[in-house]
């Protein structure tokens, strides 16, 4: 059984940067593919970006590109998301998933169909 635990989660600013760290306990993860999603309020949960078990493979959302950062070392069993250039719009509670080695476990990462979820971390943005 995974679980996961978000951190780094606080108040920053328009234009500036946080990172947030998820830390994987109960098993190892080094095969799992690994993805943060996001959720603000009265909105759905929606995909940021996602990493394969390898790192070698990541994804983003359009809103997100070029500004955020997924990255994760598989010996400390952890996944951090760098965001820059931070928009009042990137405020959401911030969750780690992941999804565990299978058929199509990658695609199923991006759906958001994925095995285990953080308890999620908020993130504010003030302009």
């Known amino acids: 059984q995974v679980q996961l635990a978000e951190s780094g989660g606080e108040l920053g600013q328009a234009g500036g940067s946080l990172r947030l760290s998820c830390e994987a306990s109960?098993?190892?993860?080094?095969?799992?593919?690994m993805g943060w999603f996001r959720q603000a309020p009265g909105k759905e949960r929606e995909f940021v970006a996602a990493?394969?078990?390898?790192?070698?493979?990541?994804d983003y959302a359009d809103s997100v590109k070029g500004r955020f950062t997924i990255s994760r070392d598989n010996a400390k069993n952890t996944v951090d998301l760098q965001m820059n250039s931070l928009k009042p719009e990137d405020a959401a509670v911030y969750y780690c998933a992941a999804s565990s080695p299978r058929l199509n476990a990658y695609a199923r990462l991006l759906a958001g169909m994925c095995e285990y979820w953080g308890q999620g971390t908020p993130v504010i943005v003030s302009s």
């Open positions: 109960g098993s190892t993860v080094s095969r799992y593919h």
């Open positions: 990493i394969s078990w390898s790192g070698g493979v990541t």
